[in-house]
């Protein structure tokens, strides 16, 4: 599966951005995808996960209540509304697939590029 995503940009802080993931090649709802960040000098996270279905979901703590993670297999795309957006969830964010649900990045196989989001104070 091929995954592209897109959506970043330039916010201040308490502004709103939505990402979005489109997916080609195999069927996209097969997989369990997921939205990762890399912030500079930091190691790639774990942001938000979805299964295959959209039933089961996780967030990283510092993001509950804050982003939704979404799909529509209908329409091959994932989605991540980020609300309340914070200085340090300035980050390049990549979004990927996996063939089981998971929150651990290293069972995630496919990958988009990356799209840079930046929250200024």
């Known amino acids: 599966v091929q995954l592209q995503a897109s959506g970043g940009g330039l916010v201040q802080a308490g502004g709103s951005l939505r990402l979005s993931c489109a997916a080609s090649?195999?069927?996209?709802?097969?997989?369990?995808v997921g939205w990762f960040r890399q912030a500079p000098g930091k190691e790639r996270e774990v942001v938000a996960t979805?299964?295959?279905?959209?039933?089961?979901?996780y967030y990283q703590d510092s993001v509950k209540g804050r982003f939704t993670i979404s799909r529509d297999n209908a329409q091959n795309t994932l989605y991540l509304q980020m609300n309340s957006l914070k200085p340090e969830d300035t980050a390049v964010y990549y979004c990927?697939?996996?063939?089981?649900?998971?929150?651990?990045?290293?069972?995630?196989?496919?990958w988009g590029q990356g799209t840079q989001v930046t929250v200024s104070s």
């Open positions: 979805i299964s295959w279905s959209g039933y089961t979901k």
């Open positions: 090649g195999r069927t996209f709802g097969n997989y369990a």
């Open positions: 990927a697939a996996a063939t089981g649900f998971s929150v651990d990045i290293a069972r995630y196989d496919y």
